[in-house]
């Protein structure tokens, strides 16, 4: 569950980073041009993805932790995108590894 919420805050933090009028728009997941002529619906996009993703965090950890998580993601992913995006180290490739980290410490590691 938590790593779909944090699947959800890097997909949405990607779609607003990519429509920011100071980013020029790399191809690295292969969808950039579609939201660069798209920017309206994109960030509406951005936005419904970091609010799911805020709630389905409420929704397990309950409403004070759920918030303060749902920051800490918020802003590591950002840092991370901000960071390895214009290097080109952000791409589908170390997306999925990344993902499949956290899904596989979610499922194998239980904390009682």
């Given at each position: 569950?938590?790593?779909?919420?944090?699947?959800?805050?890097?997909?949405g933090f990607y779609l607003l980073y990519t429509t920011s009028k100071?980013?020029?728009?790399?191809?690295?997941?292969?969808?950039e041009n579609k939201l660069v002529q798209h920017q309206s619906a994109s960030k509406i996009a951005g936005f419904i993805l970091l609010i799911l993703s805020c709630i389905l965090t409420i929704k397990v950890f309950g409403l004070g932790a759920g918030i303060f998580l749902f920051l800490?993601?918020?802003?590591?992913?950002?840092?991370l995108i901000v960071l390895l995006a214009p290097l080109k180290l952000f791409n589908a490739k170390m997306l999925f590894i990344c993902m499949a980290f956290?899904?596989?410490?979610?499922?194998?590691?239980?904390?009682p």
């Amino acid at each position: 569950m938590i790593s779909i919420a944090i699947l959800l805050v890097i997909i949405g933090f990607y779609l607003l980073y990519t429509t920011s009028k100071k980013m020029d728009a790399p191809n690295l997941l292969g969808f950039e041009n579609k939201l660069v002529q798209h920017q309206s619906a994109s960030k509406i996009a951005g936005f419904i993805l970091l609010i799911l993703s805020c709630i389905l965090t409420i929704k397990v950890f309950g409403l004070g932790a759920g918030i303060f998580l749902f920051l800490i993601n918020l802003m590591t992913v950002a840092s991370l995108i901000v960071l390895l995006a214009p290097l080109k180290l952000f791409n589908a490739k170390m997306l999925f590894i990344c993902m499949a980290f956290c899904v596989a410490v979610e499922f194998l590691v239980h904390i009682p």
